[in-house]
T-cell receptor, first 113, second 108 residues
Framework: KAGVTQTPRYLIKTRGQQVTLSCSPISGHRSVSWYQQTPGQGLQFLFEYFSETQRNKGNFPGRFSGRQFSNSRSEMNVSTLELGDSALYLC????????????FGQGTRLTVV | GQQLNQSPQSMFIQEGEDVSMNCTSSSIFNTWLWYKQDPGEGPVLLIALYKAGELTSNGRLTAQFGITRKDSFLNISASIPSDVGIYFCAGQNNDMRFGAGTRLTVKP
């Protein structure tokens, strides 16, 4: 069974631009969560999608948004990029919403210059 | 929000030694998980705990779900060089919250 796939692996963007990251969960998994990882703040929860609906949201500004498609694939978008958005963005998939362990992708390393 | 306090922040040990790290929270969690992350990679699930008091092993790793549901610990026995990495605890209710991580260095 293929694992969680995130694309692209690396990305360099300029301040003010927007970016879209993609995550394909493990086959059969319906829940996708997104996390931001930085050296200073650790792993911070962004949001979780299940059955194309956002179920939970972390404490991030509205510039961070996401969506989930009917095949459970998810995208997250960051608009008006800031230097502080440079981070490793991780996606995790679970079979269902609640009560099951999450499996992570390799992440997308975003650098904002 | 739900904050997890993970300690120690870092450990430098000799190959063959045992390691212990723990995580505490002011909130109750339904599930505790332990992950390991290598540089440039996503976290990999090591152990998942679902019941208060549960003690679970995975090879040289042993983890326990605290009886109060507010804490968990992870032990690694007879460490080897490939144990090097960052270990994260995570508490899960509707979403998953992470500790700050324990960076483990193993000297051959």
């Amino acid at each position: 069974k293929a694992g969680v796939t995130q694309t692209p692996r690396y990305l360099i963007k300029t301040r003010g631009q927007q970016v879209t990251l993609s995550c394909s969960p493990i086959s059969g998994h319906r829940s996708v969560s997104w996390y931001q990882q930085t050296p200073g703040q650790g792993l911070q929860f962004l949001f979780e999608y299940f059955s194309e609906t956002q179920r939970n949201k972390g404490n991030f500004p509205g510039r961070f948004s996401g969506r989930q498609f009917s095949n459970s694939r998810s995208e997250m978008n960051v608009s008006t990029l800031e230097l502080g958005d440079s981070a490793l963005y991780l996606c995790a998939s679970r079979p269902n919403y609640r009560g099951t362990e999450a499996f992570f992708g390799q992440g997308t390393r975003l650098t904002v210059v | 929000g739900q904050q997890l306090n993970q300690s120690p922040q870092s450990m430098f040990i000799q190959e063959g030694e045992d390691v212990s790290m723990n995580c505490t929270s002011s909130s109750i969690f339904n599930t505790w998980l332990w992950y390991k992350q290598d540089p440039g990679e996503g976290p990999v699930l090591l152990i998942a705990l679902y019941k208060a008091g549960e003690l679970t092993s995975n090879g040289r790793l042993t983890a326990q779900f605290g009886i109060t549901r507010k804490d968990s610990f992870l032990n690694i026995s007879a460490s080897i060089p490939s144990d090097v990495g960052i270990y994260f605890c995570a508490g899960q209710n509707n979403d998953m919250r992470f500790g700050a991580g324990t960076r483990l260095t193993v000297k051959p």
